[in-house]
C-alpha cells in the first residue's frame, strides 16, 4: 500500500457552496483509499462529514475570504479564513497540499506569503490544463503575474515543462512562446529575448513561437506567456468553445432532421463533450510554491472537486515541487555561467 497523502480542503471555496464541495471530496476518498483529507471551514459543515468518514479530519475556520475582498488585505485580516487555515496547515506540516476553489487573488497572495515559494521565484505562477483538439495543453501564466521579465517566462517553461511530466505522464514535452508570430524576430523587445533566454534552457525542448491561432490545435504541451495574455488566451478559448456548443445544440434541435442527426451522432458529441469538459484536469496549479496548492474553477461541480484532489495527490506522489526546484536551481546555474 502506498504511503497516504493529506490534502487540505477548502469547504468554503466555490460558487455552488459546501454541499458541493464535500460531495467531490467524498468522491475522492471513494475513488482512493490511500487519500486523506482535512476539510477546513465552519464547524457545522466540516465536523459532521469527518465524524461519519474515517479518512477526513475537520480543522475548523470562522471566517470566509469573499470574491470581491482585496485579497492581501483579506489574507493579512481574516487570520482565521478557511483560505488562510488551508495554507497554513502546509506550511506547518500538516498537510501535504491544498485545494481551494475561492479567491484565486487570496490564493496567490497566502501561496506567496504563508506557503512561500521556491528559490528562483518570487510570484508563483497559475497555470492550467486546457482541452485542445490534438491533446490538452498547459497554459501559464494565465492571470496571476499580468507583466513579466523574460526570466520569469524561462522559469514558468521549466515548471510548466516539469509539470506535464509528472503530472500528465509525457515524456520530454514541447514547449512554445505565446506570440504575434513564428518568427525569432517577432513581438515586443521582452518576448525577442525572452525567445532568445528560452532557447539556451537546459532540460527543457523548446520548440519556438506559436501564434494564438495554433493554441487551440494542442501541437505543443505548454504554452508560455505572461499573465494578461495568457488571461486573453484562457477566456477566449473558454467562450468560443462555449458559443460552438451552442451553435451545435440549436442546430440539432433546429428541426426533425437535426434531431434526427443527433440520434445518430450522440455518442460522438458525448465524446467532443467530455474532451472539451476542463474539470477533467482538475484545477489550476500556482507552480512555484513551495508545496502544491490547487485552484479549482470557481463553479466546479463535484467531480471538478474530486479531480482538483486527485491532481493534487497526483503532485505530491510524483514530488513535483522538489523536482521543479532541481530544475531552477540548473536554470539558475547556466545562467550564472553565461553571465
Known amino acids: ?64 475570504i469573499e470574491m470581491g475582498e482585496h485579497p492581501a488585505g483579506a489574507v493579512r485580516a481574516k487570520k482565521d479564513s478557511s483560505i488562510v487555515v488551508g495554507l497554513n496547515l502546509l506550511k506547518e506540516g500538516r498537510g501535504d497540499a491544498f485545494v481551494s476553489a475561492g479567491s484565486t487573488g487570496a490564493l496567490h497572495v497566502g501561496a506567496s506569503l504563508i506557503v512561500r515559494t521556491l528559490r528562483g521565484i518570487k510570484r508563483p505562477a497559475l497555470a492550467t490544463m486546457v482541452p485542445a483538439k490534438n491533446k490538452a495543453y ?29 503530472v500528465e505522464g509525457r515524456t520530454s514535452p514541447s514547449v512554445a512562446l505565446a506570440n504575434n508570430g513564428a518568427e525569432e524576430s517577432k513581438g515586443t ?28 490545435g494542442g501541437e505543443v504541451d505548454v504554452v508560455v506567456c505572461d499573465g494578461f495574455t495568457g488571461n486573453v488566451i484562457l477566456k477566449l478559448t473558454e467562450g468560443v468553445a462555449k458559443m460552438l456548443l451552442g451553435m451545435l445544440k440549436q442546430m440539432f434541435l433546429a428541426n426533425l432532421g437535426g434531431k434526427l442527426a443527433y440520434l445518430l451522432l450522440k455518442g460522438s458529441v458525448a465524446d467532443l463533450k467530455h474532451q472539451m469538459d476542463s474539470e ?13 496548492v490547487i485552484k479549482a474553477h470557481g463553479s466546479s461541480k463535484a467531480k471538478g472537486i474530486k ?15 522538489g523536482t521543479m526546484q532541481s530544475a531552477l536551481d540548473e536554470l539558475a546555474a547556466a545562467q550564472k555561467t553565461e553571465e
Do not use: W
Open 1 to 64: 500500500m502506498a504511503e497516504p497523502v493529506t490534502i487540505a480542503v477548502d469547504v468554503m471555496g466555490g460558487d455552488r457552496g459546501p454541499a458541493v464541495v464535500l460531495r467531490g471530496a467524498l468522491q475522492a476518498l471513494e475513488a482512493d483509499p490511500d487519500l486523506r483529507l482535512t476539510l477546513v471551514g465552519p464547524a457545522e459543515e466540516v465536523e459532521p462529514f469527518a465524524a461519519v468518514h474515517d479518512r477526513a479530519t475537520a480543522q475548523v475556520a470562522t471566517e470566509v
Open 138 to 166: 498547459l497554459l501559464l501564466d494565465c492571470g496571476a503575474n499580468v507583466e513579466c521579465r523574460p526570466e520569469m517566462l524561462a522559469a514558468f517553461a521549466v515548471m510548466g515543462s516539469c509539470y506535464v511530466n509528472k
Open 189 to 216: 523587445p521582452m518576448l525577442k529575448e525572452a525567445h532568445q533566454l528560452l532557447k539556451t534552457i537546459p532540460g527543457i525542448r523548446f520548440v519556438g513561437n506559436i501564434e494564438p491561432r495554433d493554441v487551440p
Open 280 to 292: 477533467e484536469y482538475g484545477g489550476a496549479p500556482f507552480l512555484g510554491a513551495k508545496q502544491p
Open 307 to 321: 479531480n482538483a484532489i486527485r491532481q493534487a495527490k497526483i503532485c505530491v506522489e510524483n514530488d513535483l515541487c
